[in-house]
């Protein structure tokens, strides 16, 4: 059984930074991709952020949060993380934690069977 628990999101005002968190059970966590999606109100969710299993040497990102936002993961303690800076009122979304099935990651939905409940992040202007 595959549990993902997001934490972190918030109300902050544009120009401020925020760190979510996911944590993740089940076993050998360090092996599979993980990636941060979101879904503003009337949108559909999409991809933000990608990193690869093991050593996480495969991140890829949404070419607008490039060089406003990070992701990384702790495998020690099952955690991926999304820092986010620079906050602009267009980042506001459910922000969502997804766990793949392989080392490479996917910027897809489909190659995530594995998701989190949500985070909201609300960036007031």
């Known amino acids: 059984q595959v549990q993902l628990v997001e934490s972190g999101g918030g109300l902050v005002q544009a120009g401020d930074s925020l760190r979510l968190s996911c944590a993740a059970s089940?076993?050998?966590?360090?092996?599979?991709?993980m990636g941060w999606f979101r879904q503003a109100p009337g949108k559909e969710r999409e991809f933000v952020a990608a990193i690869s299993g093991s050593g996480g040497g495969s991140i890829y990102y949404l070419d607008s949060v490039k060089g406003r936002f990070t992701i990384s993961r702790d495998n020690a303690k099952n955690t991926v993380y999304l820092q986010m800076n620079s906050l602009r009122p267009e980042d506001t979304a459910v922000y969502y934690c997804?766990?793949?099935?392989?080392?490479?990651?996917?910027?897809?939905?489909?190659?995530?069977?594995?998701w989190g409940q949500g985070t909201q992040v609300t960036v007031s202007s």
């Open positions: 997804a766990r793949g099935t392989e080392v490479v990651p996917s910027r897809a939905l489909g190659g995530y069977p594995y």
């Open positions: 089940g076993r050998i966590f360090s092996r599979y991709a």
